[in-house]
């Protein structure tokens, strides 16, 4: 196995050029060196990303654009992100300790496509894009929500690096959350994830739009958009809340595992999604009076 | 399979050449070559924060970092952490009776030396979600946020 530590964009595309599949892209490897040393991931060439600065930071001209690269507790510590998007926020923050935050990326978060990643949730209520950038194509964009094929599968090609996010901005009397449901309050991966960003209309009674992000629920996290459409128009009372929430269960494939059974999944996901709603709406009002 | 290879890093300010071999960790290369024994080994995937080192002042689990991916650069170990404010720590720490069997500490001091260098009075709710890396079996963590809050409280920073 080959181990290379890379300190430019370009030499990273030219590299995935000649490995192709045969490499795996590693930043804070925080997630992925275990995976490789288990064998879970094979590679003959380990590309090690971590210091590209030209993929890393957060810029904003209308879009906000945040850099693959990016660590994730500078996501968390970021004005920018936790004015603007408090969700990718608040998840970038409950991600790992600290420890594993000043090395671990957003875009390794999002590629390594794991059933509870949890930035993909507040992410996809952004409706976020990714850039992916190779040699023989320049960049091109998709979204984040058409990137996410199955558990740890994605449409990143392999000669394609994910460079960046792009979020637009929120519109007027709107607020985003990202709930997670956890055994522990740290060093927890979610037993559920549910990211909401609600706006309501001009009454400040209604729901102009909701976007609904569950991971922990399904092979890999997904945008519930049959309860949004549900939603619209509506006034958020418990009994819309209840069926938007039978809705958003019978697109879930419940898994029982170490963390939770299936069923204690399907139990509490109808509270974390409503305990959401009401968040959000209790913010635009203190934001709106 | 794995090749090896020769990587050069500045641990606790001195220029150290070691051999890596494959995607061995950080803490392995600290613990078995450099024998700087302080990193302790807890829960080796990157759980438990006992081995927590600073790299380029960040504090990162030794145990899940490619050793090689530090080469050309800064690490500091407890060893390493002698400055006015490591001090004053590991003096709070035994006031406050924040450390029982130990094990935790090394990583614990590390940890908050990377808090209190960058913020010099977090509040409780700051210290709490810094530490929140840091898995201590003993103390129940009161007496360690207590330590800290007497180092912010008794002022100035790093002597």
């Known amino acids: 196995m080959e181990f290379l530590s890379l300190t430019s964009l370009d030499e990273v595309l030219e590299k995935l050029e000649s490995f192709g599949a045969d490499a795996a892209l590693v930043a804070g490897g925080t997630a992925i060196r275990h995976q490789l040393v288990s064998g879970q991931i094979k590679a003959k060439a380990v590309l090690h990303i971590e210091l590209i600065g030209e993929a890393q930071g957060i810029s904003s001209n209308g879009v906000t654009r945040l850099g693959a690269l990016t660590n994730l507790r500078d996501i968390a510590e970021s004005v920018e992100i936790v004015k603007r998007f408090p969700s990718v926020?608040?998840?970038?923050?409950?991600?790992?300790?600290?420890?594993?935050?000043?090395?671990?990326?957003?875009?390794?978060?999002?590629?390594?496509?794991?059933?509870?990643?949890?930035?993909?949730?507040?992410?996809?209520?952004?409706?976020?894009?990714?850039?992916?950038?190779?040699?023989?194509?320049?960049?091109?964009?998709?979204?984040?929500?058409?990137?996410?094929?199955?558990?740890?599968?994605?449409?990143?090609?392999?000669?394609?690096?994910?460079?960046?996010?792009?979020?637009?901005?929120?519109?007027?009397?709107?607020?985003?959350?990202?709930?997670?449901?956890?055994?522990?309050?740290?060093?927890?991966?979610?037993?559920?994830?549910?990211?909401?960003?609600?706006?309501?209309?001009?009454?400040?009674?209604?729901?102009?739009?909701?976007?609904?992000?569950?991971?922990?629920?399904?092979?890999?996290?997904?945008?519930?958009?049959?309860?949004?459409?549900?939603?619209?128009g509506q006034t958020p009372s418990k009994d819309a809340l209840r069926a938007a929430a039978d809705v958003i269960q019978k697109r879930c494939t419940f898994r029982t595992d170490a963390r939770a059974s299936a069923s204690y999944r399907a139990a509490v996901l109808p509270r974390a999604f409503a305990h959401a709603v009401s968040e959000c709406a209790t913010a635009i009002t203190d934001i709106s009076s | 399979m794995a090749t090896t290879e020769s990587i050069t890093a500045t641990v606790n300010g001195r220029v150290e050449t070691f051999d890596v071999s494959g995607l061995e960790c950080l803490m392995d290369v600290l613990r078995d070559k450099l024998h700087l024994s302080g990193t302790k080994e807890g829960c080796r995937e990157g759980e438990c924060g006992a081995c927590t080192v600073l790299l380029d002042g960040k504090p990162i689990n030794s145990c899940a970092y490619i050793a090689r991916a530090a080469g050309g650069r800064e690490i500091e170990t407890i060893e390493g952490l002698q400055d006015g404010l490591s001090l004053r720590i590991k003096q709070a720490l035994v006031e406050a009776s924040g450390i029982q069997c130990g094990y935790c500490t090394p990583g614990i001091v590390v940890m908050l030396s990377a808090l209190l260098r960058r913020i010099e009075t977090p509040d409780e709710a700051l210290i709490r979600e810094a530490l929140s890396g840091n898995v201590c079996r003993c103390t129940g963590y009161s007496q360690i946020v207590d330590a800290v809050l007497r180092v912010v409280q008794n002022g100035a920073p790093a002597a």
């Open chain 1, 89 to 232: 926020a608040q998840a970038a923050g409950k991600c790992g300790g600290w420890q594993t935050q000043s090395v671990a990326t957003v875009g390794g978060n999002v590629c390594g496509a794991a059933p509870n990643a949890d930035l993909l949730p507040p992410l996809l209520v952004q409706d976020a894009e990714i850039e992916l950038t190779s040699r023989a194509r320049g960049s091109r964009t998709l979204a984040l929500s058409d990137f996410l094929l199955d558990a740890y599968k994605t449409a990143r090609a392999p000669d394609e690096m994910a460079s960046a996010f792009l979020m637009p901005a929120p519109p007027a009397r709107s607020a985003d959350i990202y709930v997670r449901i956890q055994r522990r309050s740290a060093m927890e991966r979610p037993i559920i994830g549910v990211a909401l960003r609600l706006t309501l209309d001009d009454s400040l009674k209604k729901v102009q739009e909701v976007r609904i992000a569950v991971s922990g629920a399904s092979a890999v996290a997904f945008r519930a958009t049959e309860a949004e459409t549900l939603l619209a």
